[in-house]
């Protein structure tokens, strides 16, 4: 048992600071809460790419780095909390390319690892699962795949497609077996889509924060050749599984409003100047307290997940629970932070008198989505209490 | 940052998962209360013998030389079985004291018969109200010619009173401050009175009328008894919380167990997804406190100085413990409600450990002081 980083890691996570901070100075991107949304910048994901940040937990022979995933924990961890803009290679470092590592084929593996790890051309992915009938009961999936030669024809519609309007990939989910005796979740299939594919339209959704991040997609006949099926046929969700505890698991779930926490703690030091013996103060003391204390908890919790998969398990009940856990304190924290800073941090921005340009109202918009994206907190639940705790399904 | 325990710990940790199982079911924590003595001598010795209560002491004393994070890992056990002894009041607190007070002497003295269960000693350090009140104790000194004091006042919730030889007070001592006092039990004046609280607990009224003691029962400095007390208490703070993750890991079991055997509706309870939720939210709220405790346990035994992290845990898990009691409360239904189950004791248990060393709201006081607000 040990709470403190090795000299190595903490030499790492110095290496990564001074890295954002030189970047920040060169103005390469500002601090600002829903980096993740916002920074698609290939450039930076380039120079991420040069120092080995992109891939790092993955085997040499793939281009990765083999290191751990705490240290991974660590190089996030520093990223979030300035809002790096990451958003290019992403989903390709932090999902796509395990599930390519673990299931795909040798071309898969020979044509995109490397171009991941290099934050080539056409690395942008977005994740092809939602529809309007499979939201948390994604086994119930219609998109249709079917075999014509060489090709699966596919037709149907995606939804809440975070990236969709700038991905040169989707990871796509579709139904590959027809026979209604075949258990739904033995019947679908995974495939990489090239968005550019001749019957892939993609349509914005705006979203109640008024930001168009993810999409709706309409897929009308579109071709996609046998090799960019990826694992076997009809395995999708054995494989979507062990693919989701890798999204799941990781520190940015507990960091996406970092910087709106940063801002809340220098108003209370300075409320304590002017206002310590305010009764209002006293309370917002103790809300701080509360919230500081979750925070912590929280970053355990991933570190605690990101140590499992070192040991060599699959943190599937480990990075459920995390993922709740954090999703809920940043909810906490954005309501906090609007009750403390008071009516004029709803102003939004590019109005007078608002607050940290509208930060505070933004990511107070934004709340709702946290506890719904990448399985609900209920989903969650389900899964600790079947996994772990071996309750009955019925 | 690594979360799995060393060989020797993890040795430690299953001997005591077994030990305490084994002889520590709910009926003898129960026919403990009802026992004058409050505990069972022939466990006492046996965990002696097991080096258990010299856990963290130098060999020359008889200790066993391990280091307090397995203390910990101890108490938590402990914990789960909700284990009935004077090892908090005895072994740790008193024997932590003399421990920090330098004189070898009274070292020599003491900690060997303690730590092989010979001798009990207990501590006396809360006030009226039930707190911890060395930095200002309302028990008063007054010193008589040839350098001897006469104490007065009351000491609430003193561990074991009723077997203790001694009892370690701080006395507020004219001009010089709190100070650390051993009180032998056959002085004159010194009364115990059973406090029947909600755990029926060993736990006494100390009324201390006109108690002398004499210069030789000063421990460590005369009017630095509460710097002595502010040295020990961390890790007092830290093994109230591995008792707590303790009591929570055998509620969550306890509920687990009950929902997957109780049927209703025709099915097991637990195949409901609103009984599953509740008992992830107990699972987290034991994970939960578990890293957080862990944390400050493990920094204090490294040496580190943690006072943010020691009081995180304790707001954390005393707030954690309540509410997980709560839910499988309402899990268990009417049958929980009854005498004869044993949730009811770890009920109580986490309330009278919230109350013990300020509660969540009270160190989150300490957080936000640590936090510079």
């Known amino acids: 048992m040990r709470f403190t980083f090795t000299k190595e890691q903490e030499k790492f996570r110095q290496e990564v600071r001074d890295f954002l901070q030189a970047e920040l100075k060169a103005g390469t991107f500002v601090t600002k809460s829903g980096g993740l949304a916002e920074g698609n910048n290939q450039e930076f994901s380039k120079k991420m790419a040069q120092r080995g940040w992109i891939g790092m937990t ?84 219609s998109t249709s795949a079917k075999k014509e030669g060489e090709y699966y024809v596919i037709r149907g519609q995606k939804v809440w497609t975070s990236g969709g309007h700038q991905a040169d990939y989707g990871w796509l989910l579709a139904r590959t077996c027809f026979d209604p005796n075949v258990p739904r979740h033995e019947s679908c299939s995974q495939f990489i889509l090239d968005m550019r594919t001749p019957g892939v339209t993609v349509r914005p959704i705006i979203n109640m924060a008024g930001y168009h ?127 403390v800073l008071g009516p004029a941090s709803l102003i939004r921005e590019g109005t007078p008198w608002t607050l940290y340009n509208g930060e505070i109202a933004d990511c107070y918009l934004w709340s709702p989505s946290y506890t719904l994206q990448g399985g609900s907190v209920e989903i969650l639940k389900n899964i600790v209490a079947l996994r772990r705790l071996e309750l009955p399904r019925r | 940052m690594e979360f799995s325990l060393k060989e020797e710990t993890k040795m430690l940790q299953s001997n005591a998962e077994k030990f305490f199982k084994e002889k520590c079911p709910s009926s003898f924590v129960k026919s403990m209360l009802q026992d004058e003595r ?29 280091d307090f994070f397995d203390l910990f890992i101890l108490f938590e056990e402990m914990g789960k079985a909700l284990f009935p002894s004077p090892f908090y009041a005895s072994c740790f607190w008193a024997g932590f004291l003399i421990k920090e007070c330098a004189d070898e002497e009274i ?38 010619k040839g350098h001897s004091y006469t104490l007065a006042g009351v000491r609430l919730f003193v561990p074991y009173a009723q077997v203790a030889e001694e009892v370690l007070v701080v006395a507020q001592v004219k001009n010089e401050g709190p100070t650390l006092f051993r009180v032998k039990k056959e002085r004159e004046g010194l009364k115990h009175t059973f406090l029947n609280t909600i755990t029926k607990e060993k736990t006494f009224a100390l009324t ?72 992830v939210d107990i699972a987290t709220l034991l994970d939960t406190c578990r890293l957080i405790a862990y944390q400050a346990a493990s920094l204090l035994s490294e040496g580190i100085p943690c006072p943010k992290e020691v009081a995180m845990a304790k707001a954390w898990c005393s707030d954690a413990y309540k509410r997980a009691t709560q839910i ?12 004869e189950h044993d949730l009811h004791l770890y009920y109580k248990h986490a309330k009278a450990c919230e109350m013990e060393f300020g509660d969540s709201w009270w160190h989150r006081q300490k957080v936000a002081e640590e936090m510079g607000l």
């Not at chain 1, 990101?306 to 304190?329: F, H, V």
């Not at chain 2, 003491?110 to 309302?138: A, V």
């Open chain 2, 107 to 144: 070292k020599n003295s003491l900690l060997p018969s303690i730590l092989k269960g010979e001798k009990i000693l207990t501590i006396g350090l809360r006030n009226e109200q039930g707190i911890y009140d060395h930095k200002n104790p309302t028990l008063k000194t007054q010193e008589n």
């Open chain 1, 58 to 141: 993955w085997p040499k022979e793939y281009g990765g780095q083999g290191r751990t995933y705490v240290e991974k924990a660590i190089l996030i961890e520093e990223l979030f909390k300035v809002q790096a803009p990451v958003a290019y290679h992403f989903l390709a470092d932090r999902q796509i390319g395990p599930a390519i590592i673990h299931f795909g084929s040798e071309w898969q593996k020979e044509y995109f690892l490397p171009r991941f790890v290099r934050a080539d051309d056409n690395v942008k992915f977005c994740l092809l699962f939602s529809e309007p009938n499979a939201g948390s009961d994604l086994v119930n999936v």
């Open chain 2, 328 to 339: 499988a409360h309402q899990l268990h239904g009417g049958i929980g409600f009854t005498d």
């Open chain 2, 38 to 66: 409050g505990y069972s001598p022939e466990l006492w010795k046996e965990m002696a013998d097991l080096g258990w209560l010299g856990l963290t002491y130098e060999e020359k004393f008889g200790g066993s030389g391990g």
């Open chain 1, 213 to 339: 991040t993810f999409n709706e997609v309409f897929l009308e006949d579109v071709r996609i050749h046998q090799k960019y099926m990826v694992g076997k046929e009809n395995e999708a969700f054995k494989q979507i599984m062990a693919q989701m505890d890798y999204e799941r698991a990781g520190m940015e779930r507990l960091l996406q409003n970092y910087p709106v926490y940063e801002k809340l703690l220098s108003h209370v030091r300075q409320m304590k100047e002017t206002r310590k013996n305010d009764p209002f103060y006293y309370w917002v003391k103790d809300a701080v307290a509360q919230l500081e204390i979750e925070f912590n908890i929280g970053r355990l919790l991933c570190y605690y997940t990101a140590w499992t998969i070192d040991q060599g398990r699959r943190p599937t009940s480990e990075a459920a629970m995390a993922k709740a856990y954090c999703n809920l304190y940043e909810q906490r924290l954005n309501d906090l932070a609007t009750k």
């Open chain 2, 208 to 279: 201390l009328e006109r108690v002398k003691v004499g210069q030789e029962d000063i421990l460590g400095t005369l009017g630095k008894g509460a710097d002595l007390v502010e040295k020990v208490m961390p890790k007092a703070v830290a093994l109230k919380c591995a008792e707590m993750v303790g009591g929570l890991f055998r509620v969550l079991h306890m509920t687990v167990d009950y929902m997957k055997q109780r049927v209703q509706f025709g099915r097991p309870l637990g195949a409901l997804q609103v009984v599953q939720h509740y008992c």
